[in-house]
């Protein structure tokens, strides 16, 4: 009976330490690349519901309930003709946007709010302009994930009760 020489066990140890060098650096790369999904689908899920949260809410106020404008802020009275806003604030030295005082969506790297008037030119956002307000841009950039680049989302609300844009007139 022949066993194996130190040589062959050598180059199998080799081989072996090779193989499971190669899976130890695949499973890391799918545990990050599962990671980066989970966190990513969180951020476009808390996104997806503060877009939508404001969008259905500003799409409901009367054209008389706008309060205040500015580029990172809405003041408004609510359904229930309740004072509100949609606002960028600090939450523990990071961004998020708040509606009052809870937040709606955390980790924000920015939150502009454009007016429009009837013809989807920008007004500006001063006290002033509200009369003319019939249309009103949201736009919001997440903060990076990892090495990704910040995800940018913007909507466009048109208020129900906003007459006197052309596009709705018969």
């Known amino acids: ?12 140890m080799l081989i072996l330490e090779a193989i499971l060098g190669i899976t130890a650096h695949v499973m ?6 599962l990671s980066f999904i989970s966190n990513r689908k969180t951020v476009i899920a808390d996104v997806r519901y503060g877009i ?11 054209s008389d309930k706008l309060t205040s404008i500015a580029t990172t802020r809405i003041d408004f009275l609510d359904s229930g003709s ?18 009052g005082d809870e937040i709606l969506i955390p980790n924000v790297a920015s939150f502009t709010i454009e007016y429009q008037d009837g013809e989807g030119n920008a007004l500006s956002a001063e006290a002033a302009q509200i009369p003319n307000v019939r249309r009103i841009k949201l736009e ?8 990704e ?9 048109v208020p129900r009760s906003f007459v006197g844009y052309t596009n709705y007139q018969q």
């Open 82 to 99: 309740s004072a509100t806003n949609y606002r960028l604030a600090t939450d523990n030295d990071r961004l998020a946007i708040y509606r």
């Open 140 to 147: 919001v950039t997440t903060e990076p994930l990892g090495d």
């Open 149 to 157: 680049p910040g995800m940018t989302v913007s909507t466009l609300v």
């Open 52 to 62: 939508s949260k404001m969008t259905q809410e500003l799409r409901l106020i009367n």
């Open 1 to 12: 009976i022949r066993g194996f020489t130190f040589i062959e066990m050598i180059i199998s």
């Open 28 to 33: 890391r790369s799918s545990s990050e690349s």
